[in-house]
């Protein structure tokens, strides 16, 4: 079955980056449009960016608009996001998410596979 495995997530000071990874098997990569969600103590899942099969097409949140890079190895089966300018609100467990769909997905109803998140803290 479709595994997603997140790694990246730390400890990081306001203004500072991460990268974080999603490594991905039991599936044709290429064949899945890929995103990034996150969710806050207390809050609802929120989209944060996603990517085409073939990486040629992005879209973000406005929240993370300027900040935040999605970007994908299909040879390596792996998307990352690269957070920079990193502020405190961006604290989240932060969710890898695939759909077979060549239209991306922007929503959680549109999600076929989550990973298990990674924690992001950043220090004010």
């Known amino acids: 079955q479709v595994q997603l495995v997140e790694s990246g997530g730390g400890l990081v000071q306001a203004g500072g980056s991460l990268r974080l990874s999603c490594a991905a098997s039991g599936l044709t990569f290429s064949s899945y449009t890929m995103a990034w969600f996150r969710q806050a103590p207390g809050k609802e899942r929120e989209f944060v960016a996603t990517?085409?099969?073939?990486?040629?097409?992005?879209a973000y949140a406005d929240s993370v608009k300027g900040r935040f890079t999605i970007s994908r190895d299909n040879a390596k089966n792996t998307v990352y996001l690269q957070m920079n300018s990193l502020k405190f609100e961006d604290t989240a467990v932060y969710y890898c998410?695939?759909?077979?769909?060549?239209?991306?997905?922007?929503?959680?109803?549109?999600?076929?596979?989550w990973g298990q998140g990674t924690q992001v803290t950043v220090s004010s």
């Open positions: 998410a695939a759909r077979r769909s060549p239209l991306v997905p922007t929503t959680t109803s549109q999600v076929d596979s």
């Open positions: 990517i085409s099969w073939s990486g040629g097409m992005t």
